[in-house]
């Protein structure tokens, strides 16, 4: 995936003046050799401002993007904190505990210095990162280190991040509409553009010698049976277009997301639904948010940081019908029918993530709506439907509220090995508490249908990007025996 950011992560020891120097590099040293990753380790150790500026000097050098202070002792105040003001990049803040033998001229004291560091970083209002526990030896801070790179890969994303849109946001489901000042507060950029600009480009795109390859892959990645041959040079067409308004459009910006409008006009003007297209960028890199959903580009977007991994956007869309809990759930999966709904969508969830039987077919609500009644689906084909294969999940959104301040939600859970007997791209999600997370958190915040979905338990760090980013709300599935501020408690 080259639409996400490559860390480069490096190391700044920090050492208070009092204190032997040698402790904080001798302890940074062993990170680097405690550490399995790629770690520039700089040779500058900070006691004072002018230090600082040498440090940061030569970790811009060595093309870091994200970097790691460590107090190897009880650490310099004001220089360690202005690293960050310096630097460029998100930064993690961690200390060195004791143990190294000596506890006269070895200890350093970072236990009481991460006190004195949080409350400069505070004072001065700069943005680092701080772990549940930034106090360790060698190994636990490689292990956080660790933890550190798709953290700081999903900021370093947004922050350089262009979301692309084409049309305003269908008429009924002006859920998806919010106000685009938090895009502008986290650092996003927004390019926003009529289905007519998209037309033009699409239809300058006819011919396109490279056209031929791409219809090559899709079939290859469908397999014989699973596609509409005749609808494959349009959709490789429209495949184009994107790829290419993508790199034209990004600007001073690295990275793109799309959030599109693929409804009711769209299929009847270009000749097919978008889904599949749309499935098959994502598998790229390139999120593409269906009904102009530009919260759900976002955070489809940060998962994909975070994952390194296709994810998927999702309505929360119904329940899981009793006979269908009696048959395949019960018994066999620790989850009340409570627990179950079905996430769905069009068609749009790549097909690494789908059933083996996953296959190109028709939005059947689009065609009861677009196309003559009893005839044969035309131009509503287009969309990659089939079951959703079974999985862990983090089911998880930014957004935008009425208010102008961003929200969130984060809980994890699991995708169920079971058959949903429907249509689209769909699959049984079963998620602890759901049915009180949905009343209390879903429906009492006012959140949109849509959600996004990562392939895995990613809620951890999920969770310290959104508060890195500044979002103060972010609601999560509590336990049974914990109540919603909002919940009746009789």
Request: proline fraction near 5%.
């Amino acid at each position: 995936m080259n639409n996400i950011p490559v860390v480069k992560m490096g190391i700044i020891a920090v050492s208070r003046d009092c204190f032997p120097i040698a402790l904080s590099e001798k302890r940074r040293s062993a990170i680097k050799a405690a550490y399995k990753g790629d770690l520039y380790e700089c040779p500058v150790t900070v006691e004072n401002e002018k230090d600082m500026l040498k440090a940061v000097e030569d970790v811009k050098k060595a093309e870091c993007n994200a970097l790691v202070v460590f107090l190897g002792n009880f650490g310099p105040e004001t220089p360690e904190t202005l690293i960050a003001s310096k630097f460029d990049g998100p930064c993690m803040f961690v200390a060195a505990a004791e143990g190294d033998g000596d506890m006269i001229n070895g200890r350093g004291d970072a236990y009481c210095g991460m006190l004195n560091c949080s409350y400069n970083l505070g004072m001065r209002h700069l943005n680092g990162y701080i772990p549940e526990n930034p106090v360790g030896t060698a190994d636990d801070i490689a292990t956080l280190i660790e933890e550190f790179v798709p953290i700081a890969r999903a900021v370093i994303g947004v922050k350089n991040l262009k979301i692309i849109t084409f049309g305003p946001r269908p008429q009924d489901f002006f859920a998806c509409n919010a106000p685009i000042k938090g895009l502008y507060e986290l650092g996003v950029e927004i390019e926003e553009n009529s289905e007519l600009d998209l037309l033009v480009s699409f239809k300058a795109h006819e011919n396109d010698p490279r056209i031929k390859d791409v219809c090559d892959d899709m079939k290859k990645e469908m397999g014989e049976g699973a596609y509409y041959e005749d609808l494959n040079v349009r959709m490789a067409q429209f495949e184009l277009t994107l790829l290419d308004w993508a790199e034209e459009h990004k600007g001073a910006r690295e990275y793109v997301a799309f959030a599109n409008k693929c409804w009711p006009a769209f299929p009847q003007q270009f000749g097919f639904e978008p889904c599949y297209v749309n499935s098959r960028l994502c598998s790229k890199g390139i999120p593409v948010a269906c009904e102009v959903d530009i919260y759900g580009a976002l955070s489809e977007y940060i998962g994909l940081c975070i994952s390194n991994d296709a994810v998927t956007l999702l309505d929360i869309n119904n329940t899981v019908p009793q006979y269908i809990y009696d048959e395949d759930i019960k018994g066999k999966y620790d989850c009340k029918l409570t627990d179950t709904f079905m996430g769905f969508h069009c068609g749009n969830t790549p097909e690494c993530k789908m059933c083996a039987d996953r296959a190109v077919k028709y939005q059947l609500i689009q065609h009861r709506l677009l196309e003559p009644a009893g005839s044969d689906p035309d131009y509503t084909r287009g969309t990659l439907e089939g079951d959703i294969a079974a999985s862990d999940v983090t089911f998880y959104r930014l957004q935008c509220n009425s208010d102008g301040e961003l929200v969130s939600y984060i809980a994890e859970g699991e995708i169920l090995d079971v058959k949903t007997r429907s249509f689209g791209g769909i699959g049984i999600f079963a998620i602890p508490e759901m049915a009180r997370f949905y009343r209390h958190v879903l429906i009492q915040k006012r959140f949109p249908h849509h959600g996004a979905v990562a392939f895995g338990h990613y809620g951890k760090l999920i969770f310290e990007v959104f508060k890195y980013l500044g979002v103060k709300d972010i609601g999560y599935n509590q336990p049974a025996q914990v109540k919603y501020p909002t919940e009746n408690p009789f």
